[in-house]
């Protein structure tokens, strides 16, 4: 039997590293409220169940987004930017 030959990878980590949703390079659905109706659409359907109501207005919650953006798709208002 042939001995298996182990592969270490260094990685050299950066200072300076940050998630890429803090560098914001990852887009998120964005609720603009003056678009927003509050018909509740976005909320009913959302998987990560990160949509909520605040101040009568939908509101993401990018921690917990997936950003599958199906809240995009179901509103029927358009109230959803992605940034």
């Given amino acids: 039997m042939a ?3 182990l592969v270490t990878l260094e990685v050299e980590e950066e200072e300076d590293f940050e ?3 803090q560098k914001r390079e990852v887009q ?3 609720v603009n ?3 927003c109706t509050a018909c509740g659409q976005c909320i009913s ?3 990560a169940d990160c949509i909520s109501f605040v101040n009568g207005k939908a509101f993401v ?3 917990e987004c997936r950003n599958c953006r199906i809240c995009v798709r ?3 208002e358009n ?3 992605i940034i």
């Fill in 79 to 81: 109230a959803f930017d």
């Fill in 61 to 63: 919650q990018e921690v």
């Fill in 33 to 35: 409220p003056e678009k």
């Fill in 19 to 21: 998630p890429a949703k």
């Fill in 45 to 47: 359907i959302c998987p």
């Fill in 74 to 76: 179901v509103c029927p």
């Fill in 28 to 30: 998120f659905p964005v």
């Fill in 3 to 5: 001995a298996e030959k």
